[in-house]
């Protein structure tokens, strides 16, 4: 599985992005999907997750009811859209696939695949 991540910018606090993951290979459909933030000096950092079905997702807290996750698996596509972003929110995204996982993960090194990120930064 291939991952290139892209819709990284500039933006205004309280302002939205939409950022876009797209996949290349057959199992695409059949992977959890996940997305991560690391900001200088930090850790990376769960985000969201979504299962390969679309029916499940997870936010971490910080996130909660601002950011959405998606995917068109027609489209081997997947989604996050960022609403009322904060300074804080500033970092590299990155999406990812976790390969044969049932339920959704929150640990990087769950993740076999990884795409290059794209880099997010909100103005206060």
């Known amino acids: 599985v291939q991952l290139q991540a892209s819709g990284g910018g500039l933006v205004q606090a309280g302002g939205s992005l939409r950022l876009s993951c797209a996949a290349s290979?057959?199992?695409?459909?059949?992977?959890?999907m996940g997305w991560f933030r690391q900001a200088p000096g930090k850790e990376r950092d769960f985000v969201a997750a979504?299962?390969?079905?679309?029916?499940?997702?997870y936010y971490a807290d910080p996130v909660k009811g601002r950011f959405t996750i998606s995917r068109d698996n027609a489209k081997n596509m997947v989604y996050l859209q960022m609403n009322s972003l904060k300074p804080e929110d500033t970092a590299v995204y990155y999406c990812?696939?976790?390969?044969?996982?049932?339920?959704?993960?929150?640990?990087?090194?769950?993740?076999?695949?990884w795409g290059q990120g794209t880099q997010v930064t909100v103005s206060s």
């Open positions: 990812a696939a976790d390969v044969g996982s049932y339920y959704i993960n929150i640990r990087s090194y769950e993740y076999e695949y």
């Open positions: 979504i299962t390969w079905s679309g029916g499940n997702t």
């Open positions: 290979g057959r199992t695409f459909s059949t992977n959890n």
